[in-house]
């Protein structure tokens, strides 16, 4: 097993083609857990070892990578992949702070599996809605949805 990606809070380790492992803080792991039970939710194994305020957790592996670098060729697909993936999550009573980068990886939270569904993962910038983040969660939505239609 080894380290595997660029994730400055956090540390992901290939445990084999179909999982990877996670090290993050406790409230992540409990927020990726709730988060269980839709197809557009990156899945975990019902398992962790936590240790102080670290966890491990146990994810699936999307062979497609992150959604930036990824060459998408049904944009409708996508678009609806992802729209549900954020309706659970608001549905679940959080908002991802994280869902779009102005610079960078824009779409570095959005995975693709190996059959092409998108999933959304990395729950560590999460919050409870209020009227400031719905508001910019709006806004990211239209940028994501824009920067799909473009490229």
Not at 92 to 117: K, M, S
Request: hydrophobic residues 35%; charged residues 25%.
């Amino acid at each position: 097993m080894g380290r595997w990606g660029g994730f400055a809070h956090s540390g992901m380790y290939r445990i084999n083609d179909k999982w990877i492992m996670k090290i993050t803080d406790v409230k992540e792991y409990r927020i990726t857990e709730e988060m269980q039970g839709h197809p557009n939710i990156v899945s975990m194994l019902p398992m962790s070892r936590r240790s102080g305020k670290y966890a491990s957790v146990v994810m699936e592996y999307c062979e497609g990578g992150n959604l930036t670098n990824y060459n998408i060729k049904d944009k409708q697909s996508v678009i609806e992949d992802i729209t549900k993936g954020v309706g659970h999550m608001l549905s679940r009573g959080y908002v991802h702070n994280d869902l779009w980068r102005d610079r960078g990886e824009h779409l570095a939270n959005f995975f693709v599996r190996g059959n092409g569904t998108v999933v959304l993962g990395d729950f560590g910038d999460m919050s409870k809605p209020n009227s400031e983040n719905l508001l910019k969660l709006s806004e990211h939505m239209n940028k994501i949805i824009e920067y799909i239609n473009i490229y």
